[in-house]
């Protein structure tokens, strides 16, 4: 079996059974640390078919939300933990054997084989064949980012979240109350009150980041004595169908979370303080206090994490430099920046930092044209001389079709109209 390296897909992207068959409640209910390590390796499982997937203690570390004085040891032992706990999910089926014509009865785990290295600590992986069809040539699929997973951290919320990222093109979605009870494995004792309280105000909170003018609506039945509640509603502004697969980028995110946070027109200071703290990991009551004292320094990061030795020539510690971005990620950052900067929301800070977006945008521009332009080049010399070598050949044996050659050199996959800015 051949073993597969390459960087980490950021990118978790699975079929919508898995959405829907119970076979898979099981791992909505896994202790946070597991759930994280078990949504990394199916972001690398993706489209892998059954190649075994390796990936080192510090990749999983960094991506999974570990404090930096764990040791590799612990995320070692915490990913055999995970494997134990997924064999619980298992696929019965019944197959009869063609030669002796008896029926059997098989179980299938969802990875046939994991293995934690006890020397390097590397963990491998495959993919049962039964369950391959939830990572490979899917046609129906839900797509999220691990980033943003691993920072929530309700069960309520990271089930919902995913829900919701199925229709995350379309902007709006209803659940009747009892599916909604069921999808979520809310206790039957939880009343509608419980329900506000222990589940709802945590998703607004900590989904507000990931989804634009994100709106929780209770529906009630019409035509009934007093207020029965029939179901929720569930809002946000739709996605663009290629947002956040391409050139993806964690700062790029955490911009637009930011934004989503602060610009909901749903909800009060008080819980936009509060989202904000549970986006950042701190304790609530950390923004509000930080905005009472005044002075921030940009729109997008709090003091607190500002306070970090910059890097590069922007004002935020946690933006790359300027060769670091590609054209269509300068777009996406000059989009939020732009839409903030009319509101009159930026710092002086950021309005630098603005300006070297724009510098950047403009650079990479020309970059990208020159680029395309001297490949096309290389193309056309590389046609002609291959045509002269065969006018030469009498057998004609080798032939090269250059009749594509270019055509995915235009930035089709861009997030924006250069023309926008």
């Known amino acids: 079996m051949a073993i597969r390296k390459r960087p980490v897909q950021k990118i978790i992207k699975i079929d919508n059974r898995f959405n829907d068959d119970p076979i898979f409640e099981p791992i909505d209910s896994l202790p946070e640390i597991n759930s994280n390590i078990f949504w990394l390796i199916a972001a690398q499982v993706k489209d892998q078919g059954d190649n075994r997937i390796t990936l080192s203690p510090d990749q999983i570390k960094r991506e999974v939300g570990y404090n930096s004085h764990i040791s590799n040891k612990q995320i070692a032992k915490n990913v055999d933990e995970t494997f134990s706990r997924l064999l619980t999910i298992q696929l019965s089926k019944e197959e009869k054997d063609e030669k002796t014509g008896h029926v059997n009865k098989i179980r299938e785990n969802i990875f046939k084989r994991s293995v934690v290295d006890t020397n390097t600590l590397e963990t491998s992986v495959e993919v049962s064949d039964s369950f391959l069809y939830l990572f490979n040539h899917l046609e129906h ?25 199925q229709w995350r093109t379309v902007g709006k979605k209803e659940y009747k109350i009892d599916e909604f009870r069921k999808r979520l494995q809310i206790p039957k ?20 980041a990931n989804f634009q003018n994100f709106k929780i609506t209770k529906n009630y039945r019409k035509g009934v004595r007093g207020r029965k509640l029939d179901s929720y509603i569930f809002t946000w502004v739709p996605e663009k169908n290629n947002q956040q697969d391409v050139y993806y980028d964690s700062s790029i995110e955490d911009t637009n979370s930011v934004y989503y946070i602060k610009s909901n027109p749903y909800m009060d200071e008080k819980q936009k303080f509060r989202a904000l703290d549970r986006f950042y990991g701190f304790t609530l009551g950390t923004s509000e206090k930080e905005y009472k004292e005044g002075h921030l320094h940009s729109y997008f990061l709090p003091n607190k994490l500002h306070k970090r030795q910059r890097r590069t020539a922007f004002h935020r510690s946690d933006l790359k430099s300027l060769t670091q971005y590609r054209h ?11 839409e903030v900067y009319e509101k009159g929301f930026l710092t002086p800070e950021d309005k630098e930092d603005l300006a070297l977006l724009k510098m950047g945008y403009e650079k990479s521009a020309e970059d990208r044209e020159r680029d395309q332009k001297a490949e096309k080049e290389r193309l056309k010399s590389l046609e002609n001389r291959t045509k002269e070598m065969q006018a030469k050949r009498d057998e004609g044996h080798y032939s090269i079709d250059f009749s594509h050659a270019g055509q995915d050199l235009n930035d089709s996959l861009s997030l924006f109209d250069p023309t926008d800015f």
Not at 146 to 159: A, E, M, P
Not at 189 to 208: G, K
Not at 329 to 338: E, G, R, T
């Open 328 to 338: 269509a990620q300068f777009a996406q950052l000059l989009s939020v920046y732009q």
């Open 189 to 208: 004792s939880y009343r509608p009150t419980d329900i506000d309280r222990r589940v709802l105000t945590l998703c607004m909170e900590e989904l507000c």
């Open 141 to 165: 699929w839900t797509r999220f980012s691990i980033t943003q997973y691993v920072r929530l951290h309700s069960n309520y919320s990271r089930k919902l979240f995913r829900l919701l990222k």
